[in-house]
């Protein structure tokens, strides 16, 4: 199961979660997903109209767009809606954030596509085509940011996703309890355990779960009006139980979550292979077209982010240079694709005799020597720039200059971040051929979710998720919460 975001990593244990009786947890099923859908619907409608209307004036014709008219700002937030609605994308349950971005993606695409047969009637103009696209691209980034807020509030009021049991109290559903706990954005709930007939699957005795059991296969006909899904925590627990219990399933719905060790787990496809369920695993990341579109939106995002940025990494060399006089830039050397060696640039932070600093500050502090050998960061980092160099470390301005090493092809936007050696040889050396297979980014999955709060097994686990489960709506995903990650500095050292 996945951290924070997506990636897999070790989650908070369940002991500290208060027991409730399952009528406490579970507000009633139908108003809570009422309130879901009505939350998420009403949300995107204000976007939609906002967005069409921002389309017309960012492109600088109000002649185009909704023209005044009201059915207009009706119609087409009235549509966007349904559209969502059919992709699912109100459930509250069920596709991974990724995904997520991928059906409303295509939703987009189908709204605007519609949209503008509608109008080929009457001839389209230039105008109007450039004012689509743009109602476009701001359906897409509000959306996005707008889903993620509604989220966070729905999960923080209880209202996210659905009661969710997990069938077996042994070790395996305490910990994919603890994986779902640590994920309420997946919007699976769990609320407590249910106990599997005698000799049918693997069963604990209940005593030492964190969550209630609150009956076994036998009660589900009590337990159904409370629980919307049961998980079962592998195939075969599924099948053995399903056998003990013809007839239908005793659950709504029901979820068979085989744990396979490092198996991909995002955009996988079933194949019936006679009796018996196939599973279609691809490494995308490995394919050369997927390669292509990778550089290909590296450079096309990557260079107008430069430019952009240039004026704001001036001003920041220059503040630099006044509170520490020498170079305001450094080229530092990174482990790149294939082992080969990279240098990456970076605004200077530090002070000039920083790793003096960091050699002192280690030997008179053995705390802060157990923290550098987990983290390779320090928390209080004596080498640091007073003011300039915080700001710039907690707002990963100092990597602006990295832009340059994506144009040039050193890096990509996203992937597994470059560490410098004695980092790198820290992980087995089967990780590190794995992630010197793919080449590394200016951001990743561990730097939306842990960034320096996780430590070594935290940026195996999610470096091995990303390139697993690669796709171009995965880093499309990364890129739009690198945002928001940035600007909460959360976890930045």
Not at 58 to 67: A, N
Not at 245 to 256: D, I, S
Not at 269 to 296: A, H, P, W
Not at 319 to 336: H, S, T
């Amino acid at each position: 199961m996945s951290s924070n975001i997506l990636a897999p990593t070790f989650a908070p244990t369940l002991h500290g979660v208060e027991k409730k009786s399952l009528s406490q947890v579970s507000k009633t099923g139908s108003g809570r997903r009422l309130t879901t859908v009505l939350s998420l619907a009403a949300v995107d409608a204000a976007v939609s109209a906002i967005a069409v209307q921002g389309g017309s004036i960012l492109i600088g014709d109000q002649s185009v767009g909704l023209k005044g008219q009201v059915p207009d700002f009706i119609l087409i937030p009235a549509l966007a809606c349904a559209i969502y609605a059919a992709a699912g994308l109100y459930g509250g349950y069920g596709p991974s954030p990724a995904e997520r971005l991928r059906l409303r993606t295509g939703s987009i695409a189908i709204l605007i596509f519609g949209c503008c047969v509608f109008q080929a009637g009457d001839g389209l103009t230039m105008a109007e085509i450039a004012c689509s696209g743009m109602t476009a691209l701001l359906l897409l980034i509000l959306g996005f940011y707008a889903e993620v807020v509604v989220r966070r509030i729905l999960i923080r009021r209880r209202l996210w996703g659905a009661t969710t049991a997990i069938v077996g109290t042994d070790a395996c559903g305490i910990a994919l309890a603890n994986a779902l706990l640590a994920q309420p954005e997946l919007g699976f709930n769990p609320v407590g355990f249910i106990n599997v007939a005698e000799g049918a699957g693997r069963s604990g005795t209940g005593d030492d779960t964190p969550l209630p059991v609150l009956g076994s296969l036998e009660d589900a006909a009590r337990l159904r009006p409370g629980i919307e899904v049961a998980v079962f925590c592998s195939c075969v627990d599924f099948t053995v139980n399903d056998l003990a219990h013809p007839g239908p399933l005793p659950f709504p719905k029901v979820v068979v979550a085989q744990q396979i060790q490092d198996l991909q787990s995002l955009w996988l496809q079933t194949r019936t292979l006679g009796g018996v369920v196939g599973i279609e695993i691809r490494r995308d990341l490995y394919r050369t077209g997927n390669l292509r579109l990778k550089r290909m939106m590296d450079a096309l995002l990557a260079m107008p982010a430069l430019l952009l940025a240039a004026p704001v990494i001036g001003i920041l060399a220059l503040a630099i240079k006044l509170i520490d006089p020498g170079p305001a830039f450094y080229g530092q050397m990174r482990v790149g694709r294939n082992g080969r060696p990279i240098r990456v640039l970076k605004l200077r932070s530090m002070y000039r005799d920083a790793e003096k600093r960091l050699d002192d500050h280690l030997a008179a502090k053995p705390e802060a020597h157990a923290e550098w050998h987990r983290f390779f960061k320090l928390a209080n980092d004596p080498r640091i720039l007073p003011g300039i160099g915080t700001l710039i470390r907690r707002s990963s301005l100092d990597e602006l200059p990295q832009l340059w090493n994506v144009v040039r092809g050193d890096i990509s936007l996203v992937g597994p971040r470059p560490f410098p050696s004695y980092h790198t040889d820290r992980f087995d050396p089967d990780f590190q051929a794995l992630r010197s297979s793919v080449s590394p980014g200016l951001t990743g999955l561990w730097q939306v979710s842990s960034r320096s709060d996780g430590d070594l097994s935290v940026q195996k686990s999610q470096d091995s998720f990303y390139i697993r489960n690669w796709s171009i709506w995965l880093d499309l995903y990364i890129l739009l919460a690198t945002v928001p990650a940035v600007f909460s500095g959360s976890g930045a050292r």
